[in-house]
Nanobody
Framework: VQLVESGGGAVQAGGSLRLSCATS????????MGWYRQAPGKQRELVAT????????NYAKSVEGRFTISRDNAKNTIYLQMNNLMPEDTAVYYC?????????????WGQGTLVTVSS
């Protein structure tokens, strides 16, 4: 299973970016997909997740109302639309796929994409 993120970059505060995560392998259809981020000197934190079938979403309070996670099952891809970006959103953003299959847990990470927001 491979997860490949794209779409990071540098923007000014108030701007928008759209991250993508393309997934190879068979796990996408059954996995909870998510975005996490890690700012310099801080621990990795949850940004948003989306479940596999009925697409229940969950957001960190710090991004609720500004970020939207979505998935395209035909393309095995998830997205993170980020609006009204703030300097504190600066971080490396990681895509994650998590699933439990026959009592075995599977957890995969992408390589990360850097988002830099200037004030």
């Amino acid at each position: 299973v491979q997860l490949v993120e794209s779409g990071g970059g540098a923007v000014q505060a108030g701007g928008s970016l759209r991250l993508s995560c393309a997934t190879s392998g068979d796990i996408f259809s059954v996995a909870i997909m998510g975005w996490y981020r890690q700012a310099p000197g801080k621990q990795r934190e949850l940004v948003a997740t989306i479940s596999s079938r009925i697409e229940i979403t969950n957001y960190a309070k710090s991004v609720e109302g500004r970020f939207t996670i979505s998935r395209d099952n035909a393309k095995n891809t998830i997205y993170l639309q980020m609006n009204n970006l703030m300097p504190e959103d600066t971080a490396v953003y990681y895509c994650n796929a998590y699933s439990v299959i026959y009592d075995n847990a599977y957890n995969y990470w992408g390589q990360g994409t850097l988002v830099t927001v200037s004030s």
